[in-house]
Structures are given as C-alpha cells and as structure tokens.
C-alpha cells in the first residue's frame, strides 16, 4: 500500500530511477521492429539501431547519476511516475519516425508516437502503404503495449512494485471506475490480465493468417485490433481486403477488446454467468445492436443500396469499431448520410466498458449518470425518500457518485476546451470539436480537415491533441492532479 505522504517531499529519486529501468523496457521492445525491417533487409534498420542505443544510453546515465535516497513509494509519486512514464516512452519512441525514410519531424513524430501508445489511432501520415516493414511494426505494436497500459506490463514483470504503490499504480492507469483484483498480489493480477490479452492476440494474428491476409499483416492487425488502436498496414484500413472472413474475425475481436477483462478472465475459468449478469456487458451488447439496427435502417432509407450481406455486416462493423474506440473503417461511412454524424459522435463520446482496452467515457459511467439521473427526477415526486445507485446488485457510495458527475463534466470540459483551442488556431469548428472529441476518447476518427490523416492539424494543434490522447488515455484525473498545487507542496 501507498505510505503516507502528505508531510513529506516527492521523492523525485524514485521516480526517476524507475524511469530509468522502464526506459530499458522501450528498448527491448524496439528489438522487434528492428528484427522485422533487417528481415525484410530494409535500410530502415537504422532508425531502430539508433533508437535502442539512444534509450539505452539515456537509462545508463540517469541510473548512473541517480543513486541514494528512500526507495518506498508513496501516493503522489504513483501518480507522477504513471504520467511521465507514458511522456518519456513516446519521447524516445518517437526517434524511430525521425531517422528513418520517413523522416517526420519533432512535432508529426511525438503526435503519430503518443497516438500509438495511447492507442488512440489517428495518424499525421496521409500514405501509410509507403512506410517500412519495421516501422509498421513499430506502429502496431505501440498500440498494442499502450492497450492494456505500460504500467501494468512493468508491474507483471516487476513483483517488486507489488509491495511500493502498484495497486495506486494500476488504478491510475487502467481505465474505469473501480478496478477488480483478481488476485491477492497486484503482480499476479497484472500477469494473469497480461496473459489473457496476450493469448487472445495470438489466436487472432493465426486467424487473420488462416485468411486472404500475410503473415505480416495479420500480425500488425491483431496487435492493433486487441488493443482498439486502429493503426492499420494499408491506406484503406480493413477495406482493403473485401473479404467477409477478414470483417467478421477482426468485428468479433473488436469486440472482445471493448470488454472488461476481469470478466473475460472469469470466463476463461468456466465462470459464463458472471459476464452476462454484470449491467455494463448487457448494456454494451444492447447498445451495439440497437445502434446497428438505426444506422442499417438510415442507410437503408437514405442510400437505397442493393441487398447483400454487407448492409448488415458494414454499419455493424463500424458501430463496434467505433464503440470499442477501435477506429477501423471498411467503406466510406460518410456516403450513408449525415444521420451517420451524430450517430458516431454519441458512440464516441461513451465509449466501451471500463476495464478494456478501449476509450471513451466508459459506460459503466453512463449507467451511473442514467441511475443518478433517474433518481434526481423520482425525488421530486417523493423528497423525503433515500434513494441509492446501484450496480450489479451493490450500493455504491455517494463518494463514487460524486466522482463520476466530477469525471463526466471534466470529460466534457476537456472535449470543449481542446475543440475550442483548434478554432483559435484557425481550423473549422465543427472538425475541431470532432478531433478533440477524437483524441479525448482515444477514437482516432477523422471528419473535414482531419478525414484522411491530421497532416493538416496547426503544429501548436498537434501537440495540443497529443496532450488530449495523454489526458484522456489516463482518464483525466492522473494527469489533471499534477496541474493542481496541492500536489507539488510539502
């Protein structure tokens, strides 16, 4: 547990020297790109050699130079380190896009680093099909370390944080209202969440093989599927392959990514009824089918299409996609009309459940708004009677509440704010507040300016939206508390 730390300092050595050893995981990582591109005997190899030595050297001289004081963790310093952790890995994750063929400068490389890592998907690169193999790679795979979370994966392979803030760690980084351990140790829950969202990429990188995809691509796209990212291999996502087989493997795993894997994990040990009777994955199914049937119904009375599976079949993969945050597109979805706007924007804005590899608000939060909301209107008729919210069967307390309203209206704030900044910087309104909207949810959807890639997006914009993945990605209040004064005193 967390010691307390309301009368002391931040212990800044601590945090820089986990700093240190988490940046040697950046580097193991980025022997995998380096492997595909001298596989495929690309020049880009390069990038990843400099990008590895880089990062290696900047742990070896922070480890060097940082050496005594108290090695205990206290609360503020959780919440620092699951930050900067985030900020310092797409620092020098971003090294690779700069030296290699695709050269992006400091700006476009954070931007395109950060939306990898928070798996929010949209991309400064308008020709992706002209990228390396190894950058490909790399761009996956970001996605797919970022899905379940850096901190989670350090605190699987590292049991020493177990007993220094790894549960403050945990829930500050995984996302949703209350987080279930599903194990006595806060490592072995991490291993166990970790090996469930590993085995499930596996099965699906071998499915997508078994279809009309490569090897590699079936690879970069189970990486990218799992974690919702939505990075993809081709410039037309998942369309580029017309293949029934192809949409309906990636939908299910789409799907899958956008529920809580405490629940996947109970149902892998036999435990079915406990998914079906949690309120959140009843309502996440009810949403999906019920907004399926609108938009095939809207298609169908706009559009006027020829009859074939894929009236079904696309406007449901494009509300899974778009629900789990995903971001993956099989067709033009703006041609069905401009009902299908306002349809993705409420898809975007609540997201999947909380616990998954998805963005949004999370609807476990919306059920908290529906039954507060719900209650405030009853106790007009009857003011002298408690009323509670409930979910699953438990009370929740007030305080939980409270701090759901509290995410929500910040949640809207921030949305507001960043759509609002992007005006001030000369983009159209309404393509402003969608990529704010974009970015705070970690969607990665485009709409106007922004449709094809964020190439356009001012320079100040782009590292506004970088800052909105970050926020949103860490559900606002573990980066938001380091803004506050509070914070930073004795």
Excluded at 78 to 102: E, H, K, N, Q
Aim: net charge positive; glycine share 10%.
């Amino acid at each position: 547990m967390f010691k307390a730390s309301s009368f002391r300092l931040i212990n800044y050595r601590s945090v820089v020297r986990l700093l240190a050893y988490l940046l040697l995981f950046d580097a193991l990582f980025m022997l995998v790109p380096l492997g595909v591109s001298i596989y495929y005997g690309e020049n880009d190899y390069f990038a990843f050699v400099v990008g590895i030595l880089a990062t290696l050297l900047a742990s070896g001289a922070i480890l060097t130079g940082v050496s005594g004081g108290r090695r205990d963790l206290g609360k503020r310093e959780g919440y620092l380190l699951t930050s900067l952790v985030w900020v310092v890995f797409s620092i020098f994750g971003m090294i690779p896009f700069m030296v290699s063929a695709s050269s992006l400068g400091l700006t476009d490389a954070f931007c395109e680093t950060m939306s990898g890592f928070t798996t929010t998907g949209c991309s400064v690169l308008s020709d992706v099909e002209s990228l390396s193999h190894g950058i490909h790679m790399w761009r996956c795979l970001m996605q797919w370390v970022g899905g379940l979370g850096i901190m989670i994966f350090t605190l699987a392979v590292l049991p020493m944080l177990n007993s220094s803030g790894g549960m403050q760690m945990m829930n500050a980084e995984l996302p949703g209202i209350t987080k279930e351990k599903l194990s006595p140790r806060v490592s072995q829950t991490a291993k166990r969440l970790w090996l469930i969202y590993l085995l499930l990429t596996v099965l699906l990188a071998v499915l997508l093989c078994l279809g009309p995809m490569s090897a590699f691509d079936g690879i970069c796209h189970a990486l990218s599927t799992m974690s919702t990212g939505g990075f993809s291999t081709r410039n037309a996502s998942i369309g580029a392959w017309d293949s029934w087989y192809v949409r309906l493997v990636v939908l299910l795993f789409m799907f899958i990514g956008g529920v809580n894997f405490a629940l996947i994990y109970k149902a892998s040990i036999g435990k079915f009824k406990t998914s079906w009777s949690d309120e959140t994955f009843r309502t996440y199914v009810k949403v999906i089918f019920i907004i399926t049937a609108l938009l095939i119904f809207g298609y169908v009375v706009n559009c006027h299409p020829q009859w074939s599976a894929n009236v079904i079949v696309d406007p449901l993969f494009q509300v899974v996609s778009t629900v789990t945050s995903t971001g993956f597109s099989v067709t033009d979805y703006q041609s069905w009309g401009a009902f299908v706007f306002p349809i993705l924007l409420v898809l975007m804005f609540v997201g999947a459940s909380a616990g998954s590899t998805s963005g949004g608000c999370k609807l476990d939060r919306i059920n908290f708004l529906f039954k507060n909301c719900s209650n405030e209107i009853s106790k007009c008729i009857h003011p002298n009677r408690v009323y509670s919210v409930s979910i699953n069967g438990r009370v929740q307390s007030p305080e939980l509440v409270s701090k759901v309203m509290a995410f929500l209206w910040l949640y809207m704030g921030l949305i507001i704010f960043g759509g609002m900044m992007l005006v001030l910087m000369g983009m159209p309104i309404s393509d402003s507040l969608f990529a704010s909207l974009s970015c705070v949810g970690n969607t990665g959807l485009g709409a106007g300016v922004t449709a094809d890639s964020f190439a356009d997006v001012p320079a100040l914009g782009k590292w506004l939206l970088s800052f909105l993945m970050l926020v949103g990605r860490l559900e606002i209040f573990t980066v938001l508390v380091l803004l506050t004064r509070g914070f930073w005193r004795k």
